[in-house]
């Protein structure tokens, strides 16, 4: 890439005034990247850029640079230019990584589905795409992906892990138990532990999830997601404190996490402090764009703060995709009668009666079994 | 560490109220009396104005020099030294002991005790009944066995738990979510559902109306004043969204009333308030009730139906007292409705 955009630049330079040739001061720009300055990187592509806009080489070098310094969303705006350019599957993969890093795990997706297109074989492209799937809680796809891609069988610890963490939580068990000995095989680790504790939250264990969940921090407490998993068995064993703790920490770590967010921002709530409580409510959406959870948190945040218009707004769409949601029932009615609407929240707590009439039917046709 | 220091703050204010009862800063009906006699005067007599008794204060613990029960290997015992009540709990090889600090409810159907140990708060896990005038596992400890002393002795209270319980049985216990037992007065009184009082008490004095000002309970909708209750006695939100249904949601009384047919939102005759002035002790004659039923039924409103059986006792029939188990106690269902014969409880 660097020998073509020199050539590039030397075609384009004859007759060129500068005080720093411009092969120069690429040379310059990719050795300053390379040793980590990217902020003069950064400095020197743009002055480039500005005299010949349309080497693609030089641009996605400029994304990586401004991706160096954490300034990711400006790196996915070169990046786009240069694929506009273009194509090329490690510019792709770039700007998948930048989409990654922005939580804009959609637009990920799409641009390493992409990439797989372009290069079948890239581990990193199948990692990170399985990775931002179970970021989205799209279980059954982390499984279909790596089912499909031959990975299986795969002895590669991250993606035994990915494959056993979305069969554990797609319920999936005693598939995500072979993978949980898997990794055992070579000895007691966080990882382990944390499959093992997620599976037993999954099945309502909680004291059992929390011990194996403490277990494993002891290990390994910068393992991504089990500080998450800590708190919410902390949670469901009643200490709120110490799962708050947990979330803290887990967000120190990986500030894109999901359940830390979005519990975060429910602990917040419950104390009032709404203000912090919509940020980390806000980031979960942004996390997970249309999530029900979400969503009816942060409705039911309006409506504390009485913005009751925009909170039966929320709630109204929440119900148009999820019928059966009846805690969305439940404010959806108080919401109305905080607005005088008696007919249409008479209507709600009618819908909510009937929901609780058939899960209370349910519940007892279980028992009878 | 908030827990040892809450629950420090616990004993201590539970020794105040012991020592003294008049704390500066504590407006209690004394002070609201002088002007508004006809709600203050009777209101002292309430159950609600005695929910949060100190040990040493608690009618039932002084009239029951010994109060003792038995559950599997654990024997347990509530004895009156003096001023103190000290519970103990043996399970025939150690003993573990520890004076209650507070009693929760003033004992209509029951009362829960609050003890201290090693910076901590427990509630007993037995509890006194009324129907039995003695001591039985208290409700929700009647499924767990206990793995040692500590669990067999009571269930430590998180944070969240001493918010709510000293929230709804004192006044003045809580400030954004945190205890202010230093501030406590035991009970519901004045200020648990008027709000401060100190303004209105300024502005009555320097002659400021606007100071004097307090939010007007009297003005709320129906909906409204179930909410207000339902603060402490659940809301039909709290209720319909936790999805615990059942024969438990009967102490409820806001979610129940709110599942009645003839339940209106805006319809003031339906009010807690309607039939209940939470001045005056609750009244448990079925007949004092009937013209708030009449209200309606009795022609005043198009949609009401007039009874064809009886036009008296409406609530004997209507509103049925039921027995919540492990409570001793029967309560009136306030999901007011046709009973039928051999129904099963609606929720």
């Known amino acids: 890439m660097y020998r073509f ?22 040379k310059e720009a990719i050795a300053l990247q390379q040793a980590g300055k990217f902020d003069a990187a950064i400095r020197d592509y743009r002055q480039i850029l500005d005299k010949y806009p349309d080497i693609p080489e030089i641009r996605s070098n400029l994304g990586a640079a401004l991706a160096g310094e954490g300034h990711y969303t400006e790196a996915i705006v070169e990046y786009e230019r240069a694929l506009s350019s273009k194509p090329d599957p490690q510019v792709r993969l770039n700007l998948a990584l930048a989409y990654y890093k922005t939580t804009r795990l959609t637009e990920a997706i799409k641009a390493l589905e ?79 532990r944390l499959l093992m504790g997620t599976t037993k939250y999954m099945v309502g264990d909680f004291s059992g999830a929390l011990a194996d969940l403490q277990k494993a921090v002891e290990l390994n407490s910068s393992l991504p997601d089990l500080n998450a998993y800590y708190g919410l068995a902390l949670l469901s064993t009643g200490d709120q404190a110490d799962a708050r703790k947990a979330f803290e920490r887990e967000l120190q770590l990986n500030s894109n996490n999901f359940d830390a967010n979005l519990r975060m921002g429910v602990l917040l709530r419950q104390d009032e402090d709404n203000a912090k409580a919509a940020q980390y409510l806000q980031h979960a959406l942004q996390i997970r764009p249309g999530d029900f959870g979400v969503r009816y948190q942060i409705a039911a945040l309006e409506l504390s703060e009485g913005q009751v218009a925009a909170a039966i707004r929320d709630l109204e769409s929440i119900l148009k995709e999820a019928p059966q949601f009846t805690e969305a029932h439940v404010s959806l009615a108080t919401a109305y009668y905080r607005e005088k609407r008696k007919a249409d929240g008479d209507r709600e707590r009618a819908v909510v009666a009937e929901l609780n009439a058939a899960r209370q039917a349910k519940e007892a046709a279980v028992k009878a079994r | 560490m908030k827990l040892a220091m809450a629950s420090a703050a616990l004993c201590a204010a539970s020794a105040a109220v012991a020592q003294s009862n008049g704390h500066p800063n504590w407006r209690t009906t004394r002070d609201c009396a ?24 608690c009618a039932i613990l002084r009239t029951h020099p010994v109060l003792s029960f038995n559950s599997g290997k654990y024997s347990y015992r509530i004895e009156r030294k003096g001023d103190q009540s000290i519970y103990s709990v043996s399970d025939g090889d150690t003993t573990f002991s520890a004076p209650i600090a507070w009693a929760f409810g003033l004992g209509a159907a029951g009362q829960t005790y609050v003890f201290e140990k090693n910076g901590a708060a427990y509630q007993t896990r037995v509890s006194y009944y009324r129907a039995i005038d003695g001591l039985d596992l208290t409700m929700g400890a009647t499924n767990l066995s206990p793995a040692n002393m500590v669990d067999a002795a009571g269930q430590l209270m998180d944070h969240d738990e001493k918010v709510a319980c000293f929230g709804c049985h004192a006044t003045n216990a809580t400030h954004a979510k945190e205890l202010t037992l230093d501030k406590m007065t035991p009970g519901v009184q004045c200020e648990r559902c008027h709000g401060p009082s100190e303004n209105h008490l300024t502005g009555i004095k320097t002659g400021n109306a606007e100071l004097a000002k307090m939010s007007r309970l009297k003005s709320l909708s129906a909906e409204q004043i179930s909410n207000f209750c339902g603060q402490c006695h659940r809301t039909w939100e709290q209720i319909a969204a936790s999805g615990k249904l059942g024969i438990v949601d009967i102490r409820f009384q806001p979610y129940r009333l709110t599942n009645s047919k003839c339940y209106d939102t805006d319809d003031a005759r339906i009010s807690c308030l309607a039939c209940h002035d939470p001045h005056r002790e609750v009244d448990r004659i079925d007949s004092h009730y009937d013209s708030k039923c009449q209200a309606c039924h009795g022609g005043g409103k198009a949609s009401a139906a007039v009874c064809k059986v009886a036009k008296q006792n409406c609530v004997g029939c209507h509103m049925p007292k039921l027995e919540l188990p492990g409570s001793h106690n029967k309560f009136t269902d306030h999901q007011i409705r046709i009973v039928r014969a051999n129904e099963v409880y609606p929720n």
Do not use: W
Not at chain 1, 11 to 25: T, V
């Open chain 1, 5 to 26: 955009a020199l050539a590039l630049l030397c075609a384009g330079a004859c007759g060129a005034q500068s005080a720093q040739s411009p092969q120069d001061l690429l």
């Open chain 1, 114 to 192: 992409e990439v797989r297109k372009e290069s079948p074989s890239n581990f990193q492209a199948l990692t990170l795409l399985a990775d931002c799937h179970l970021r989205l809680g799209h279980n059954k796809e982390v499984i279909s992906l790596l089912d499909s891609a031959g990975q299986a069988d795969s002895d590669s610890p991250a993606l035994v892990y990915l494959l056993g963490t979305a069969l554990v939580r797609d319920g999936q068990t005693a598939r995500g138990q072979v993978l949980i000995d898997k990794i055992l095989k070579n000895g007691d680790s966080a990882e382990a």
């Open chain 2, 34 to 57: 002088a002007c508004h006699p006809a709600q203050s005067r009777p209101h002292p007599a309430t159950s609600m104005a005695h929910a949060l008794e100190s040990a040493s204060e």
